[in-house]
């Protein structure tokens, strides 16, 4: 088990601040977070090759703050893999096993079989693809025997055929071995899908802080701020409070009237606030009806809008709809998209269901 | 088949000239000599001794520049301090200045400082010694070696040695084992180029160690002795030398540092 408790560094003007968490054995705690926010100089702290200014890093029950990182038995796989290019992947391999503290043959050789580079032993490692390089780091790494596993964006030098391979299949045998091997592993990434895929417990970095921690679920049912929803790709709009009865609260967003259920949770008195709105929940129909028939007994927002770009990311298709001064970022099934023919430059009814409107106040409730 | 258009044909051109021009001067000072007497001057004593006197000093300098020369390209590479770049700089001086005149800088020294002489006088003697040729070539090859070695180490990322750290091997056992053995290649590369230099060195060479027969006769300084007295057999089996091991060491170096050899 890793635990950081209130980890503050300095690397020139950056700087991380009041970092905490705890990850169990045999747990994938994913780090996720834009470029630029801490990932790697938080990795390095831990892993010891970054100066902590106050803080503690507890490995198995042992404070590893103040160690050397030779002493820490914390493995670090960097983004570029750090493969030593003028060895075998064996040699690479056996660098690192020949400090293993306790590591038999045999776990080696279940590592290396498990992480399926058996036929690449005898291979320089500038001869491999970035997927082999990938898993011989990480072969590399388990084979010092650590305690705890950092993985620097393993998946940033794929290519993108790769990356989907690693997300379906990989990502699986990862886990499986790194729960074989019952160690905390620690991974960090920016794309969201990858973190999905890989992480048992996400967490939101953003500008050396951590703005929340929770499961994948949790992350993306309730973003915690401002930056984490806009980060998960979500509308979130200024918006205020035009009225607000028992049953649901009407906002103006943009010269745009929005009807939302009232759950509660917003203060009477509160008039700024934010307005979030998942591009899932945002549904495109050419005509006026409900978009699917279960919808007919909701409360449902029905708006105009003009289609201005359709652009797909991974299998999903999404669009820009520009909804009086406001634009909307929606999603749609591809099948959908071809169904309706919904091109760049269409008038289309823009449907969101008033209960999945998120309102929070803008001061307060929600970090911004 | 690469296309010629007048561009190529003038870069050719020149190629060629520089070429003719090199050749040229080294065959005429080996056949418009007396090419007759070219064998019995290889294997006169004088000759011999100067090859064996090269290649044991160079031998030497070479190897403690590298003894020298690693760490200090090593820290150069990878520590950063307060005026490291006047440092660099610094480093770099000897390479501006003529070995003639690192020569008359070093015998100075030697000559004048009370630590010099004491050094020379009770330590070991370096002037008009062999150390002295040993230590001359040092002079002028080091600052050689140390550029070589701090752009090969600039070229290894310093990453390898940190990931080599947390799988346990200290600072130094990371620089032993990762640093050290992806640079071996140019390390080796860098000795035959400094072995190669040292072996030429005749300026600072004949300042501080002298020109003296069968004593601290190197390479060079026979050549130079034998052509003072007119002896052009001697001066032509001496070139024939000097040429034939420039292209061997051409040959090792090309195929150490840049990894391939095709003629």
Known sequence: MITVLNLHAQRGSFSLTNISFEVQRGSIFTIIGPNGCGKTTLLECIAGLQKVASGKIIVNGIDVTT???????????????????????????????????GMGLDDLQRIIHLLQIDDLMNRNVESLSSGQKQRTAIARALAAKPNVLLLDEPCSALDPPTKEIFRREFSNMLKEIFHEFNIPVLYTTHDLLEATAIGDKIAVMNNGRIEQIGSVNEIFENPSSKFIAEFLGYNVFNGKVVSINVTSIAVDIGGIILNIKNNGSLPESVKDILVVIKPQDVALSPMKEFFKPRWK????????????????????????????????????????LEEFNIK??????????DSKVKVFPKVGGFKV | MMRLNMFRIILFSFLMTILIFYISIFLSSIIFTYPERLWSSILSEEVKFAIMLSIFTATCSTLISLIVSIPVSYALSRLNFPGKTIVEGFLDIPMAVPPIGLGVMLLIFFARTPIGIFINERI???????????????????????????????????????????????????????????????????????????????????????????????????????????????????????????????????????RRFVI
């Open chain 1, 67 to 101: 160690l050397p990182p030779e002493k820490r038995r914390i493995g670090y796989v960097p983004a570029d893999y750090a493969l030593f290019p003028n060895m075998t992947v064996q040699r690479n391999i056996w660098i690192a096993f020949k400090r293993s503290n």
């Open chain 1, 297 to 336: 007994n909701c409360q449902c927002n029905i708006l105009n809008g003009i289609v201005k770009r359709i652009y797909r990311e991974g299998s999903v298709a999404k669009a820009d709809i520009d909804v009086g001064n406001i634009n909307l970022k929606a999603e749609i099934s591809p099948d959908h």
């Open chain 1, 344 to 353: 760049p430059g269409d008038i289309v009814f823009v449907q969101i269901r």
């Open chain 2, 124 to 258: 070991i003697r370096f002037v008009f010694e062999i150390p002295g040729i040993i230590l001359a070539q040092f002079a002028v090859i080091s600052v050689l070696t140390i550029k070589i070695l701090k752009e090969s180490f600039d070229g290894i990322n310093p990453r390898y040695e940190r990931v080599a750290r947390t799988f346990g091997y200290t600072e130094l056992e990371s620089f032993l084992y990762i640093t050290l053995s992806a640079a071996k290649r140019n390390i080796l590369g860098a000795a035959l180029l400094s072995w190669t230099r040292a072996l030429g060195e005749f300026g600072a060479t004949v300042i501080l160690a002298g020109a003296t027969r069968f004593k601290t006769e190197t390479l060079p300084i026979a050549l130079y002795l034998n052509l003072a007295v007119a002896d052009l057999g001697n001066v032509s089996a001496l070139l024939c030398i000097l040429l034939l091991i420039a292209c061997m060491m051409q040959i090792l170096i090309r195929k150490l540092l840049y």
